[in-house]
């Protein structure tokens, strides 16, 4: 808004000053003309007197005029012509631009400088209470600054270029200042001759213009003399004379020039012209040379500015407007304010005219004395002529009035009366006729009481000014003359608010009546405009900004674009200056004013108010406006030949969530393309610019290092590795993560590495990027980019490829500068794959993989991308269109527009939250992504997998091959596999054969190795082997494998195939196994030590059998052969195949045993059959006896029971190889759960010594493994499957499974119910895991522990006669066997009583009686057998169980041990005959 270093009462008593006319000779005006200024131009900074003038009224009271300014102009005898009024105004406008470079009256809000306050404020959108704390804060500061010196320059340039009327007299003449030189021949008769001209002006009929106040017009006498030239003497002399002629008060002697004109310039003199000589309005021109028409007919008659951003060349005294001058507040005229920012260009459309400024100063010849003379000059001509003359012609028009009125009394006593009387009402503008034509003659005492009232304003006499005015104001309405009454109604409200002390209040119905009358029935629009102008400076000033913004608005009309521009402008900026800002309205007028700006060719003004309006509608969501306004600022920009700004606008429409329709937004994409082709035509060989389509999501971008994955090649299946059609997944980056620190543990014998960091192949957002990822020379590097189109119209990129710079690690930076086009870089460096076209359909994501290829060891830096941007070809735009409209699409070929730039890739790293610092505050770590680092040349092994099966029995053992390749320039070694899952293969133990068949001989051959026995007893057969054969063993790690190469090395080229067995999983369903292969370079390199490939093997598995097994201890204490203690175990088999996979039939064809303390000795069978062979659900059970070994308990002794002709031997490979895995397998399992526990139970360590010796009696470690093979018909032929199955026996008379996991479930549903147990499992597994969990180590021994602390046997014979009819008491001996199972000392107590109160036990085994004692107590050392002879007593004949003694232990070291009864696992029956 409009703000000023003056007060509103300042800018309305600068409005209207005492005008006084200049005539000079010739020779005066040559004598100023050394200074380059006329006379008027040369007083002009020194017309506002510095101190108070004192007059008196017609009351002969004092009256004080502060501030006073009076105006010194040219007579211009014709009047200006509307049109060059226009034109000027318009060129006004069109030089007053923001200045550049002052962040002065500029509020930043998001892209774009508001000019609005004299405070610079930072403020982010929404930026609404920010911008209203900084206006509340303005408002009630005492000095505002220029905000918008275009609107002050117009209105200034408007109130010095209305022309003189006869309804007022404002703009009359008051005096005429007669100017000669004293270098004149005859000064004297020079003086009468310019009276003479004056008086012929002024009186004669021809001339109408200009207007004088009074007929009796003060002249007043100037003799001019220029010091350096003239002589003192003759001017002195000259002076006298004219004192004698023309008095002392009506003439003066005024010395200038003091300093010669070749004197150069040495001194600083201050230039006061300049900031004066910016304004040119018509009164200031000379009358004779450069006169106002010269100046307009000269300039250009098109205000427009050209495309070429070039201003209008003015050649004449208008160039001479634009110099800048620093504000000096003592010399603020009418022409407008001057803040030190006041018509400062912004841009290069004026450059012609600063140098002729530059080259023109003004005042050369002048001193500082001849300053201060000048200023002496004006204040001796106001104070002895002007203010005397006006002061006499107010007396004289009150005389008059009071004469004519035959009023006794004064003119201020008359008002008073009249305004006391009852007052008549006011016809209202629409009652009134229209007699705006009615005109008054001079001599009316109408006009006289109107001329008085405008001697009083200007002199600054408000009170009776206003009274005047009031008068006159009744006068003209009586008589109906619209003109005069809306004059004077317009001074009376300026007069009644300049009042002191304000005794009235600011009558604005008055103003308001006058701009109607002025708009409606004068239709004199430049006299309206003057009262709104007025008045709403008046009603900012009381903060009555809507009605002051009622009152801008009103007067906008069609007829003039440049005033309605202005106005809305002005009304915008008092909406925003409310007490409560209205920021939308604010908006909505800046783009009315910007349009009409635009309409009037005002280019500059129209993008500063659309770009001011943005900053309200940026960020609302309204993407509707935001589109129209920035593609206003787009045109123009473009108009103005600003290209960066116009392709800055044109972006936000493109990357803004649009809502345009598609036919639209191909426009705007067609339009910012021509336009950005033209700013790229500007600088061919500048950078590339940033383009803002597609859109590229940074952070999505995946950097992938190594080759792509080969297909799979018949029966060849390459290892499935890492690529970038897969998803990321953490669980499985973790186990990978996990399976690689394992390995290289491993590799580093066993040490993990504390500054391990796992090989990332794969670089995206989920991944650690703070390192700086290694690339391998040779190897391609794979960039993914997500691109996406927001548009709904396609878009086509063309020659897309990298951006990249590089630095050698062995060279200098210099060759690490940024790569202008991928293509010209040398490809002897890095290689860079182009797409040729990359098409993106519309709001379509969609990735785009560039690959470069360093040839060279350094540091890659991947900047960004280049391509061509530009639409789908068919695009065109019809026929015809007018060239002039602007960028239309017309312009383009049919086969569409491109163009060429970038788009940079900057990845934002994860934001830090490790310290108190980085906590508090918003860091983000650094994203290495793009910046790998290039190493020497590394191996680079394939894996091939020959003939994987995808789906297998579970158990099912099956022979595979693997071909492992080094396909790069560097042999490796040091081959490792590594697996969470070793039990699922091997490469076979140290015994396996190396060189095996291929693999389709090898076809039909069964996996096992095998020998034919032809024993007729099913009896076991024994091998012992250590465990450290298989990878078993103290410390080691059964998942890390060594994969046998021949001579450890792998040649560069070169390929091997290896024999690989796998076995099914034990559970059913779809299993994701992960290998991940290891191995290193021979050479030692810095950056990378080792390679690492993965692959992960999916398997579906079938069922086939399961198996189950329980031990218990045999009631002969030595078996026939005496070969010690010995178990009965039984195998349950079990077909839970369900035909899925055509099998018809499984076979067990060996059951086999390893243990370190047990083995199996023979197969109990019943029948003489010995295929065992099962079909669907069918159950074989299966009867083995096992004895106790006497080998070293270091090995595992291997005992194979044989039920076919073949025997497998299960001690060597692969048999005993997926024996042991699983076995470890199981071990770390069991170990995981004990760690969980032993936390818990460390407290109870004594007890637990104890407990462990009770334990350890039902402990065996017995491990079957059954053997099996199944028929499978396939595609009409059969097949025979091989597999295997593994129960681990932990504890005698407990049931032990294969299939660990679901133990429990079997033993509780049973087969039926199989089928439920998938959907189940996992649950009831995770609650069987919590249960475990929360049971420490127990501090008692179970029943079946202590159960199986003492063995007992009871000797009797199976049947015994006796004659009851001898004797009634049958008395039996029997004999009690005791042994002691564990190895510590037992306390052991028998004790006979029976305790059997069950009747269904009385009924089946009837009664009977120990005889003797009833209890005994004994101790039994270790491993010690005891017998005891006892007597059994019957009295009926019948079948008895002598299974009743109960029997406690403890051990002997412990006194209070529990004591519990051993019951006999089976019953002692014998029976009772009569003879």
Known sequence: MAQRVQSVQEFLQDSFVPLVAALCSEEAERVTRKNNLGFCDLVKPFCRLTSEVHMRDPNNQLHVIKNLKIAVNNIITQLPQPSAVRKLLNDVVTVSQPAEGLVANVITAGDYDLNISDRSVKASVPWYSSWKDTLMGL???TFYSATTPWFEAYRESLLQSMPASDHEFLNHYVACMLVVSSSEPEPVEQFLKLSQEQHRIQHSNEYSYPKWFIPNTLKYYVLLHDVSVGEEQRADSI??????????????????????????TDEQIPD????????????????????????????????????????????????????????QLDHTNDSGCFDGTDYIKSNASLHESKKVNTGTPHGTCLTLTDHDRIRQFIQEFTFRGLLPHIEKTIRQLNDQLISRKGLSRSLFSATKKWFSGSKVPEKSINELKSTSGLLYPPEAPELQIRKMADLCFLVQHYELAYSCYHTAKKDFLNDQAMLYAAGALEMAAVSAFLQPGAPRPYPSHYMDTAIQTYRDICKNMMLAERCVLL??????????????????????????????????EQAAHCFINMKSPMVRKFAFHMILAGHRYSKAGQKKHALRCYCQAMQVYKGKGWSLAE??????????????????????????????????????????????????KNVSQLSPDGPLPQLPLPYINSSATRVFFGHDRRPAEGEKQAATHISLDQEYDSEFTQQWKELEEQVVAAANKGTALSNFQPTQYCLNRYSDNSRFPLGVVEEPITVEVAFKNPLKVPLLLTDLSLLWKFQ?????????????????????TIGAEVISEFSINSEETKMARLKLFPHQTGELHILGVVYNLGTIQGTTMLDGVDSSVGLQAGKYISNGMSVRGRQDLEIQGPRLNNTKEEKTSIKYGPDRRLDPIITEEMPLLEVFFINFPTGLLCGEIRKTHVEFMNVSKSPLTGLKIVSKRPEFFTFGGSSAIRTPL?????????????????????????????ASDFGVGAGSQPEVIDVPLPDSVLLPGASVQLPMWLRGPDEEGVHEINFLFYYESIRKHSKMCHRVLRHTAVICTSRSLTVRATAYRSNALEDEKGEGDNMLVFVDVENINTSEAGVKEFHIVQVSSNSKNWKLQEYINLSEDKDIKLVNRERGKLCLKAVRCKNLVENYTFADIVFGSEQIISSTSPCADFFFQSLYSELRTTQTQQNMHTS???????????????????????????????????????LILEGQHHVVLHTVGKEAFSFPQKQGFKKILGNSDWEDLEQESPEMGLLNFFRSESTSVPSRPSLDQLSNLIKTSLHYPETFNHSFHQKSLCIVPVTLLLSNCSQADVDVIIDLRHKTTSPETLEIHGSFTWLGQTQYKLQLKSQEVSSLRLRACFVHTGVYNLGTPRVFAKLSDQVTLFETSQQNSMPALIIINNI
């Open 239 to 264: 002076y006298e004379e004219m004192k004698q002629r023309y008095g002392t008060q009506g003439c003066y002697l005024l010395k200038i020039n003091s300093r010669g004109s070749n004197r150069g």
């Open 535 to 568: 008045s709403a400076e008046i009603l900012k000033s009381q903060s009555k900004y809507s009605e002051a913004a009622a009152l801008l608005i009103r007067l906008t009309s069609e007829d003039s674009d440049l005033r309605s521009a202005l106005l809305l």
């Open 627 to 676: 589109d129209h306004i920035n593609f206003t600022i787009g045109h123009q920009s473009f108009t103005l030949r600003q290209l960066d700004n116009a392709v800055s606008a044109f972006r936000h429409i493109l990357i803004n969530d649009s809502k345009q329709t598609a036919a639209q937004q191909g426009a705007f994409l067609r339009e910012y393309l021509y336009v950005y």
């Open 1240 to 1278: 818990q139970g460390a407290a109870k360590q004594s007890l637990d010594n104890a407990v462990r010796l009770i334990q350890k009696c039902s402990e065996v470690d017995l491990n079957i493994i059954v053997l099996w093979k199944a028929y499978v018909v396939e595609d009409n032929k059969q």
């Open 272 to 327: 006061p012209w300049s900031q004066y000589l910016q304004k040119n309005s018509i009164q200031t021109q000379e009358p004779y040379e450069d006169g106002p028409y010269t100046v307009i007919s000269n300039k250009s008659t098109d205000y427009f500015i050209p495309l070429d951003g070039l201003g209008n060349d003015s050649k004449d005294g208008l160039s001479n407007s634009f110099k800048t001058h620093p504000l």
């Open 139 to 141: 408002n009630t500061s």
């Open 808 to 828: 050698p690690e062995d060279f200098s930076s210099k060759n690490s500068e940024e790569t202008k086009e991928i293509e010209t870089c040398g490809k002897e």
């Open 998 to 1026: 291929s693999p389709s001989a090898s076809e039909h051959c069964s996996a096992y190795k095998t020998v034919v026995t032809h024993s007729s007893s099913v009896c076991s057969l024994i091998s012992s082997v250590a």
